[in-house]
């Protein structure tokens, strides 16, 4: 009868109790929280203005007298979500988490619920309805919970081994099934695994820590959701950074100080020398990587922006959409646990355009969002979604013709047929390509298929831009060191850089065979169109 009541007691892990633990006026932009607190983790929810605060609440050990004996006393620790506004910092309500020996490792929100795992169990907490639901719990002995993500069907989870033989592996929560089954990447051995999945791709990636281990190695795996592919990478333990988070951005991925190829772990495109970073990088904030000191454009290999002052030490930290910096700092002497909000910018500089306004049309456009903006207002671009543009995809060749061909604004009702097999007058954009290879802006990647889903290099971007405005025919410069003269797209590439379209990358070259993304295509064209874009 006891067992049973106990058992009801810990399965109503979540108790919404409003207290005011931590209160901050209405300008606030720092709290501290009781010297007793100690932060595991925290997520900001943006839509709702909240963050979410995983703590353990409890007492310093004392040592007391029973007897003629001194004993060291241990009190019972809490853990508890604090609720806290994310623009007041001011607590609002505490959750409590069931049994007080188990630790919040992770917190993730996805589509406006909290996913919460503790070393044994995972939880999805729905605000809006206040319900909680368990989704996973007990691994086995000796193996404890650790990192999540989240998709739309599946939670992917990462366990660590407290001195144990027993050997983990990464598992999965399936919603389709409601059930959990293990990966096949088998034989690995760590203490803290990180976890990340591809934006985009079908890829789950898992870090591999083992710092325990003798020859102290430090590898990466690729697993293909699809087909239970993996590919793994082993670096040198004196070239991992003290941060062995994984971000992933676009076509490349970080681990430690390593940028590999997403696609293809095995090829190392790089390794960062900075000796500022060996802390790590700290997170992905529109678009570019950001360190401790340093943001990172992800197609250099140097930084692109010094910060103007060094980001303190965090061990939390969390940047939202509007480029404010969350950061849970630990202070020793005295003891003092402090929850920090104030804008990136105070890093950063104002003119830096990696850290500007979002679009007004996209929440996920930054870099570039006046040009996007523009281009929107004109009619000329659509995003995926309302409020998705896909800024980081590369830019697709019949969506590059679509562009033009709305601002140039021709009759495309008699259109002569281009002849392309891969293309029928029922597929989407054939008429503008067909008007479009009628006026010579384009050719096809052979005479028989125009490829319209292919994606578009730098070269071809400037012949099809240069073709479509005759104002842009303009001189042939000799610039770019790796354009000679005798390239097929250097009249094309050489007019951009005299119209002032293009200055190419820093080390004077402009990288033809490069595929352009979305948000660049949308740059080159606005400032062909609006010379208030021209830098």
């Known amino acids: 009868m006891l067992k049973n009541i106990i058992a009801i007691m810990l399965s109503l892990i979540f108790i919404i109790i409003p207290l005011h633990i931590v209160e901050a006026n209405e300008n606030s932009k720092s709290v501290s929280l009781p010297s007793h607190m100690e932060v595991d983790t925290f997520v900001v929810d943006e839509n709702n203005n909240q963050i979410y605060m995983a703590v353990t609440s409890g007492a310093q050990s004392k040592v007391i007298k029973k007897g003629d004996k001194y004993v060291r006393e241990h009190p019972l620790?809490?853990?508890?979500?604090?609720?806290?506004?994310?623009?007041?910092?001011?607590?609002?309500?505490?959750?409590?988490?069931?049994?007080?020996?188990?630790?919040?490792?992770?917190?993730?929100?996805?589509?406006?619920?909290?996913?919460?795992?503790?070393?044994?169990?995972?939880?999805?907490?729905?605000?809006?309805?206040?319900?909680?639901?368990?989704?996973?719990?007990?691994?086995?002995?000796?193996?404890?919970?650790?990192?999540?993500?989240?998709?739309?069907?599946?939670?992917?989870?990462?366990?660590?081994?407290?001195?144990?033989?027993?050997?983990?592996?990464?598992?999965?929560?399936?919603?389709?099934?409601?059930?959990?089954?293990?990966?096949?990447?088998?034989?690995?051995?760590?203490?803290?695994?990180?976890?990340?999945?591809?934006?985009?791709?079908?890829?789950?990636?898992?870090?591999?820590?083992?710092?325990?281990?003798?020859?102290?190695?430090?590898?990466?795996?690729?697993?293909?959701?699809?087909?239970?592919?993996?590919?793994?990478?082993?670096?040198?333990?004196?070239?991992?950074?003290?941060?062995?988070?994984?971000?992933?951005?676009?076509?490349?991925?970080?681990?430690?100080?390593?940028?590999?190829?997403?696609?293809?772990?095995?090829?190392?495109?790089?390794?960062?020398?900075?000796?500022?970073?060996?802390?790590?990088?700290?997170?992905?904030?529109?678009?570019?990587?950001?360190?401790?000191?340093?943001?990172?454009?992800?197609?250099?290999?140097?930084?692109?922006?010094?910060?103007?002052?060094?980001?303190?030490?965090?061990?939390?930290?969390?940047?939202?959409?509007?480029?404010?910096?969350?950061?849970?700092?630990?202070?020793?002497?005295?003891?003092?646990?402090?929850?920090?909000?104030?804008?990136?910018?105070?890093?950063?500089?104002?003119?830096?355009?990696?850290?500007?306004?979002?679009?007004?049309?996209?929440?996920?456009?930054?870099?570039?969002?006046?040009?996007?903006?523009?281009?929107?207002?004109?009619?000329?671009?659509?995003?995926f979604t309302l409020t998705k543009f896909g800024p980081y995809e590369p830019i697709k060749r019949v969506d590059a013709i679509r562009m033009i061909m709305r601002d140039l604004n021709v009759d495309i009702k008699n259109i002569k047929d281009p002849g392309f097999s891969d293309m029928s007058v029922t597929s989407p954009g054939y008429k503008q390509v067909a008007k479009a290879h009628e006026l010579g802006i384009i050719d096809g990647k052979t005479s028989k298929k125009f490829d319209p889903s292919g994606h578009l290099t730098r070269a071809e971007m400037a012949k099809i831009l240069v073709s479509s405005y005759d104002d842009l025919r303009l001189g042939n410069v000799d610039y770019f060191l790796d354009i000679t003269k005798e390239y097929w797209a250097a009249p094309y590439i050489n007019s951009l850089f005299a119209n002032n379209i293009t200055e190419g990358y820093p080390d004077q070259t402009y990288r033809p065979t490069k595929k352009i993304t979305r948000q660049e295509f949308a740059a080159f064209m606005a400032r062909h169109l609006n010379d208030e874009f021209i830098q």
């Open 77 to 383: 620790k809490e853990n508890m979500i604090l609720i806290m506004d994310s623009k007041t910092l001011e607590t609002k309500s505490k959750m409590l988490i069931g049994d007080r020996n188990i630790s919040i490792t992770d917190m993730v929100m996805k589509d406006g619920k909290l996913y919460v795992a503790t070393t044994q169990e995972i939880f999805k907490y729905d605000p809006e309805i206040n319900k909680t639901e368990k989704l996973v719990s007990d691994p086995a002995e000796g193996i404890y919970l650790q990192q999540i993500e989240v998709t739309e069907e599946h939670i992917y989870f990462t366990d660590y081994q407290s001195w144990s033989d027993l050997n983990p592996v990464p598992r999965v929560y399936d919603y389709n099934i409601k059930s959990e089954s293990v990966s096949p990447i088998k034989g690995y051995s760590h203490m803290r695994p990180s976890i990340a999945v591809h934006p985009n791709k079908p890829i789950l990636y898992i870090g591999d820590s083992s710092f325990l281990d003798s020859k102290r190695d430090y590898t990466l795996y690729a697993l293909n959701t699809e087909t239970n592919q993996t590919l793994k990478q082993k670096f040198p333990a004196d070239s991992q950074s003290r941060s062995a988070e994984i971000f992933v951005h676009d076509k490349y991925v970080y681990y430690g100080l390593y940028k590999v190829k997403a696609n293809d772990i095995k090829s190392i495109v790089s390794s960062v020398n900075d000796q500022t970073l060996k802390y790590g990088f700290i997170d992905i904030h529109a678009g570019k990587l950001l360190s401790l000191h340093s943001i990172y454009d992800s197609d250099s290999e140097k930084p692109k922006v010094q910060l103007r002052q060094s980001i303190p030490n965090l061990y939390l930290y969390r940047i939202d959409e509007n480029h404010n910096i969350f950061q849970v700092i630990r202070e020793v002497e005295p003891k003092k646990i402090i929850l920090k909000r104030e804008p990136l910018t105070n890093y950063v500089s104002i003119d830096d355009k990696y850290v500007g306004q979002p679009s007004a049309n996209f929440k996920d456009v930054h870099r570039f969002h006046a040009e996007i903006d523009f281009l929107y207002n004109e009619e000329i671009i659509n995003g």
